[in-house]
């Protein structure tokens, strides 16, 4: 027998590939439990509604988003403003959401503006750390909004520049970002751990 997890998820990516190939238009419960070979029994058994499904595709692209902004600030830890970095360096990872996807929740969205409550949460959340670690969260804000328009851009198939352009793009907002100062607790930290590491090691010299 198949297990929840794994019909869901199976119902999910059938959505996607829905809309991939038909349009966001096409995103239908008849049209996504065919796709995924379910009964719409089966679809309604995990998503009560249109509305439902669209909430679930948006919870997974919102888990891999995060998922991929922890590892790049998980990378970045050495440097100044991790996370506004990994912030930006993961709007690449949203690129490769199709926009017939995006289209199909951006849709849904405005119809029932309560369907993007988790996007807001998670973009509150996000905001919420960039205040705590840069001295300057305008200036922060300002490029992950620089960031936010160019993939809206490429969502809705308007960008006036091609890919590679895109990536230095935001590696060029990523490169800002470095500039912008930490927060003197955030500096106070990273000295203490600097002077600590610096005793540690004159410690094990003497020894």
Same mark, same amino acid.
């Given at each position: 027998?198949?297990?929840?997890g794994?019909?869901?998820?199976?119902i999910?990516?059938?959505?996607?590939?829905?809309?991939?190939?038909?349009?966001?238009?096409?995103?239908?419960l008849?049209a996504?439990?065919?796709?995924?070979?379910?009964?719409?029994?089966?679809?309604?058994?995990?998503?009560?509604?249109?509305d439902?499904?669209?909430?679930?595709?948006?919870?997974?692209?919102?888990g891999?988003?995060?998922?991929?902004?922890?590892?790049?600030?998980?990378?970045?830890?050495?440097?100044?403003?991790?996370?506004?970095?990994?912030?930006?360096?993961?709007?690449?990872?949203?690129?490769?959401?199709?926009?017939?996807?995006?289209?199909?929740?951006?849709?849904?969205?405005?119809?029932?503006?309560?369907?993007?409550?988790?996007?807001? !949460?998670?973009?509150?959340a996000h905001?919420?750390?960039?205040?705590?670690?840069?001295?300057?969260?305008?200036?922060?804000?300002?490029l992950?909004?620089?960031? !936010?328009?160019?993939?809206f851009?490429?969502?809705?198939?308007?960008?006036?520049?091609?890919?590679?352009?895109?990536?230095?793009?935001?590696?060029?907002?990523?490169?800002?970002?470095?500039?912008?100062?930490?927060?003197?607790?955030?500096?106070?930290?990273?000295?203490?751990?600097?002077?600590?590491?610096?005793?540690?090691?004159?410690?094990?010299?003497?020894?």
């Amino acid at each position: 027998m198949q297990q929840a997890g794994t019909a869901r998820d199976g119902i999910l990516d059938a959505a996607q590939r829905v809309a991939a190939r038909d349009g966001a238009g096409h995103v239908t419960l008849d049209a996504v439990a065919r796709e995924a070979g379910v009964s719409k029994g089966g679809v309604l058994y995990h998503f009560p509604g249109k509305d439902a499904l669209i909430a679930g595709m948006l919870e997974r692209l919102i888990g891999e988003f995060d998922a991929e902004i922890a590892r790049l600030r998980a990378e970045a830890a050495d440097g100044p403003n991790p996370s506004l970095r990994a912030m930006i360096g993961a709007c690449s990872r949203m690129c490769d959401v199709g926009r017939p996807v995006a289209m199909a929740i951006l849709a849904a969205g405005a119809q029932n503006p309560d369907l993007l409550t988790p996007l807001r !949460d998670s973009i509150a959340a996000h905001m919420k750390q960039l205040e705590a670690e840069c001295a300057d969260p305008d200036r922060a804000f300002l490029l992950c909004a620089a960031a !936010d328009g160019i993939i809206f851009q490429h969502m809705l198939g308007i960008a006036p520049y091609d890919d590679a352009r895109r990536e230095r793009l935001l590696a060029e907002l990523c490169v800002m970002a470095r500039e912008i100062p930490l927060n003197d607790s955030n500096t106070t930290s990273e000295a203490t751990s600097s002077d600590a590491s610096q005793r540690h090691g004159q410690t094990e010299a003497q020894s």
